[in-house]
Nanobody
Framework: QVQLVESGGGLVQPGGSLRLSCAAS????????MRWYRQAQGKQREFVAA???????NYEDPVKGRFTISRANAKNTVYLQMNSLKPEDTAVYYC???????????????WGQGTQVTVSS
């Protein structure tokens, strides 16, 4: 099993910044991809950003140029630096990881418990 623990959420004013962290622990041989999703109240969960093991990143259009995803492979940790935050960024942010438990096993998906980000004046 793998546990993902997010941290760094909170209340911030429009235009402010927050940095989310997600640390993976447990039975990990390799993490191919780590992603952030978010779910606003009354809406479906949506993709925010991803980083794969070679460092390649991609972002949903609304956050491009404002959010930066990065990864510390040695720590099995992913970060999301969020700048120029807007009220519409308010949501619960979830970490996701695609993990392999051994050289011969298939990949499994894991989710964190979520961290609340509120952007409001």
């Amino acid at each position: 099993q793998v546990q993902l623990v997010e941290s760094g959420g909170g209340l911030v004013q429009p235009g402010g910044s927050l940095r989310l962290s997600c640390a993976a622990s447990g039975s990990i041989y390799n993490i191919y991809a780590m992603r952030w999703y978010r779910q606003a109240q009354g809406k479906q969960r949506e993709f925010v950003a991803a980083v794969i093991s070679d460092g390649t990143t991609n972002y949903e259009d609304p956050v491009k140029g404002r959010f930066t995803i990065s990864r510390a492979n040695a720590k099995n940790t992913v970060y999301l630096q969020m700048n120029s935050l807007k009220p519409e960024d308010t949501a619960v942010y979830y970490c996701n990881a695609r993990v392999r438990h051994s050289l011969t096993s298939s990949y499994n998906e894991y989710w964190g418990q979520g961290t609340q980000v509120t952007v409001s004046s």
